[in-house]
């Protein structure tokens, strides 16, 4: 990947020499699915698949962008005077989100960049591709301009310049996980106060696997944010029976007592879910701790239940992946991952079982929805890094 960067920048702009080659990894969550607006916690793990830039400074305030991903799009050309977003500057509005992001900050990049990008993360599949490039763009900010901030920084700088600038009102997750993961770790991470704690996600005698439905369904963004105001609306009729921040707060008795306060069979479902997602998020990473993942799948199973049934987020493709899947002997869980309406789900399965989960979910879901699943192996990586 990094020659491959550095060839194309060299093909594209001439001389590499001084260019920095950078990376930021994508990311899979474990369980704790639309949470991480609710103030609840989350259990995702970044990938050592992700995003790739070769970088150079230059000497007027050009922004140059090319991505390996969209070659036909060719190099998009931009300025620092001009960070708004439109629809014409495509993918380039999230390195422009970023930048812009920075300078609201008052952190102001005093020259234009040239930059080529690449990334092995498949475009759509809900693994954080987005994500990676936000965190990807302010790691090489700050080499390049010695901004001064944390990791987590570069998440919440990442996430707001997806919330503001991109129009996506994306909870704190998957920035969180691209710009501070671990390898062999998963990061349990409470999104009420960013407070986490690494959990090894090295699993004995298993496997992590995740599975590409190949379906993008286009209301991502709009139900997403309709999902996130119904919360939201929620949380305020249950606010007037009891004090509460956010439905993180809440058990799944306290719910129970007081969801007569929503006024709206949806929103209550929606609010049940958030509750209950996140009590089921904190007692998985428990039984990990205790060695149980025969609890840790179930939860998943849960998880995945309640994403279809009561939030919604859900689709036919992805439910015949997680249905076939469970029929499996050997899995110990599966359910969908990330932000709904196609993408990947997230199975646990036994190392005798692997071949025959491909097998089996692959020819399944060819038959009943008329479509290729792909299968990946997950690897647990480390964040961002210069290479
Ligand atoms: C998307 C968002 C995240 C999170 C998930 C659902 O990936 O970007 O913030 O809300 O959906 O858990």
């Known amino acids: ?61 050009k922004l140059r962008f090319y991505s390996m991903n969209f070659d036909s799009m060719g190099v998009m050309e931009s300025s620092l005077d001009d960070l ?6 495509g993918w380039t509005n999230y390195p422009k989100g970023v930048m812009w992001a920075f300078a609201e900050r008052g952190m102001k990049m005093d020259c234009g ?52 600038f991109n129009g996506m009102n994306c909870g704190i997750m998957d920035q969180f996980a691209s710009a501070m993961g671990k390898k062999d770790n998963a990061i349990f991470l409470d999104t009420a106060d960013l407070s986490y704690q690494y959990a090894p996600l090295v699993l004995d005698g298993a496997k992590i ?21 119904e919360c939201e609306k929620a949380l305020e009729e249950l606010k007037t029976v009891v004090d509460i921040k956010n439905l993180g707060n809440l058990s799944e008795e306290q719910f129970e007592a007081n969801k007569g306060a929503i006024k709206d069979e949806i929103r209550k479902k929606r609010a049940k ?16 701790k205790n060695n149980n993942l025969k609890e840790f799948g179930e939860l998943m199973n849960a998880s995945h239940v309640s994403l279809r049934d009561d939030y919604e987020v859900s689709c036919d493709e992805i439910d015949v992946l997680v249905e076939e899947a469970w029929k499996v002997d050997g899995v110990i869980g599966s359910r969908i991952t990330g932000g709904g309406f196609g993408g990947c789900t997230v ?16 020819a399944a879901y060819q ?21």
């Open 1 to 61: 990947m990094k020659e491959q960067v550095l060839k194309k920048f060299e093909e594209l702009y001439g001389n590499a020499g001084g260019a920095g080659v950078y990376f930021a990894p994508g990311r899979v969550n474990m369980i704790g699915e639309h949470t991480d607006y609710n103030g609840g916690h989350v259990f995702p793990c970044a990938l050592t698949i992700g995003t790739y830039a070769a970088v150079k400074k230059r000497t007027d305030r």
């Open 84 to 89: 708004t977003p439109s629809n014409a500057a």
């Open 113 to 164: 960049l040239d930059i080529v990008l690449n990334g092995n993360i498949p475009n759509g599949s809900g693994l954080s591709s987005s994500a990676s490039l936000e965190v990807l763009t302010g790691f090489y900010l700050r080499d390049l301009f010695g901004f001064d901030v944390t990791n987590v920084d570069l998440a919440l700088i990442g996430q707001y310049s997806e919330n503001n």
């Open 209 to 229: 696997i995740v599975t590409n439905s190949n379906v993008k369904h286009s209301l991502v963004n709009s139900a997403y944010n309709e999902r996130r105001s």
């Open 273 to 288: 879910h958030a509750v209950y997602e996140n009590q089921r998020t904190i007692r998985a990473v428990e039984a990990l």
């Open 347 to 362: 199975s646990i399965v036994k190392d005798e079982a692997v071949e025959t989960f491909k097998e089996k979910v692959g």
């Open 367 to 387: 038959e009943r929805v008329g479509k290729t699943a792909d299968f990946y192996v997950v690897e647990i990586g480390d964040g961002p890094s210069k290479l």
